[in-house]
């Protein structure tokens, strides 16, 4: 590994949703001294589908997995997320972790939400064929490129102004969407959306349709 190296990456990528394959990531293990990977939205891939590095962590001393239930679980005002790392690397950061990180109430719903497998299994079964529906409703309106996305959202790159769009909508429909301003190499002709119960999507784009009239 090349000296005082590190590299970070979101799997799956935020906000393009891509999905990196074990196969594609492995092989950076052994270029740099450091491999962070941050797998929050990992949760909404099936046992199938989802890539994780996970069984690795023993074998890598160099990779850390970054976990959170904020997305998935829909918790984030209890800010709960943890690391998975090999033992010596988690002895060390033990060192320097506030030693209240987690408090009771967090620790607790975190252990329910885990457990709730009910939950995770209704999460799969409607978000899969959700996903695919809208994006092939954006890819129907002109002006739009969706990109195919495999966690909870899509990214849409517009012939229009993001930001105008994001307006309109949330004056017009009380529908809000998220511009990409805060990524520098996507800027105002980019927006991420949320991937909704389908009678939610149908407003979205039938809305985004209306204004394209």
């Not at 909404?44 to 069984?55: H, N, R, Y």
């Not at 990180?101 to 329910?112: G, I, R």
């Not at 996507?186 to 909704?196: N, S």
Request: proline share 8%; hydrophobic share 40%.
């Amino acid at each position: 590994p090349q000296p005082q190296s590190g590299l970070l990456l979101n799997n799956p990528h935020n906000p393009t949703g891509k999905l990196w394959t074990r196969e594609e990531i492995l092989p950076y293990l052994k270029q740099f001294n450091l491999v962070v990977i941050d797998e929050a939205f990992m949760d909404f891939l099936t046992p199938a589908q989802e890539q994780s590095l996970i069984p690795w962590v023993a074998e890598y001393p160099n990779l850390v997995i970054l976990r959170s239930l904020t997305k998935f679980y829909s918790l984030p005002g209890l800010r709960i997320g943890y690391a998975i790392a090999h033992p010596d690397r988690l002895k060390k950061w033990q060192q320097w972790r506030d030693p209240w990180s987690v408090n009771t109430l967090a620790a607790a719903a975190t252990a329910a939400a885990l457990q709730d497998h009910e939950f995770q299994q209704q999460t799969w079964n409607w978000l899969t064929p959700a996903r695919s529906r809208l994006f092939e409703q954006l890819e129907a309106i002109p002006g739009l490129d969706p990109l195919q996305g495999a966690a909870n959202y899509l990214l849409v790159k517009t012939e229009i102004s993001a930001t105008k769009l994001q307006e309109q909508l949330l004056r017009n429909y009380q529908i809000v969407i998220r511009d990409c301003l805060s990524f520098p190499e996507l800027g105002d002709r980019y927006f991420r959306l949320a991937v909704r119960l389908p009678p939610e999507n149908d407003a979205l784009t039938e809305a985004i349709r209306e204004m394209g009239r």
